[in-house]
């Protein structure tokens, strides 16, 4: 499988702290069945972005795991205005592997009328936006729509594991299911920050959509999407995103609601 957002960097941001919690990190995946890790720290006013640094950690990392797992590089994009004006200047600095992707983290509360300007902007540069995990983002689970016209406009929306099962709470396990089931989703990743409260969980994210969404979402979320990104190359054909998603008072993943996945 293919990871494309993870904090594995140690010393760099809110990720592990030290060579050994990651390296703990990486054979935790290892054993779980990824085999390619994008290493994405963040990129944002409290973690500034330090390429030159990440790229000497990384290559002890990938050193360490030779032959086990390939790693790579990109970023947890802040959409803040000295970012994107950075962004303008340097495209490929924050996209994955210098290619044609860039993850892009909203702040918690959204102004929507702003986005899709924001994204053209990205797009006029050659480069597609990933939205992470919009089912954690406060404003989104209240109003998640404006997420139908940014997958419209080529943005990819990737959701975070561990969502699938509701780690992060009911509302982002109902959403992140709505998503998938209407196939606005392009990309599972762990988003792992630690062996603690935010373990790689890629195993258990692709049983679970296996058991429920059927294999061919599975592979598709976890092996093949993720793989083209790695390799900057063009999704497969997807399947076309339908259904309206609620505007407000999302639902619980209740009883109910787990019954009928």
């Known amino acids: 499988m293919f990871d494309i957002h993870y904090h594995l960097i140690f010393g760099v941001d809110d990720g592990p702290k030290s060579l050994e919690s990651s390296i703990k990190l990486a054979e935790t995946s290892i054993a779980e069945g990824v085999t390619h890790i994008v290493a994405t720290p963040h990129a944002s006013d ?3 972005y330090q390429p030159e640094v990440n790229r000497e950690r990384l290559e002890i990392l990938s050193e360490r795991f030779a032959g086990q797992l390939t790693l790579g590089l990109g970023c947890d994009f802040h959409l ?9 200047k340097e495209p490929k600095k924050f996209t994955v592997n210098g290619s044609k992707y860039l993850l892009v983290e909203f702040p918690d509360y959204v102004n929507y009328d702003t986005y899709s300007d924001v994204f053209f902007r990205i797009m006029v540069a050659g480069v597609t936006p990933i939205i992470t995990h919009p089912e954690r983002n406060p404003s989104l689970v209240a109003k998640p729509s ?14 975070t594991a561990a969502s699938l099962w509701g780690h992060f709470g009911s509302r982002s396990e109902a959403l992140a299911r ?18 603690q409260s935010r373990p790689p969980a890629m195993a258990k994210a692709f049983d679970s959509l296996k058991k429920d969404f059927g294999l061919e979402t ?11 990104i790695f390799l900057g190359e063009n999704l497969p054909s997807q399947p076309e995103a339908n259904g309206p998603l609620y505007e407000k008072n999302p639902p619980k993943a209740g009883f109910f609601n787990r019954f009928f996945r």
């Open 146 to 159: 404006p997420i139908i016209e940014w997958v419209r406009i080529g943005c990819l929306v990737q959701v």
């Open 218 to 228: 599975a592979e598709r979320l976890c092996l093949h999407n993720p793989r083209a």
């Open 178 to 195: 709505i998503l998938v089931r209407g196939n606005y989703v392009h990309i599972i990743a762990s988003d792992a920050h630690n062996m």
């Open 80 to 88: 803040s205005y000295d970012n994107l004006q950075e962004f303008e």
């Open 46 to 48: 409290r973690y500034p």
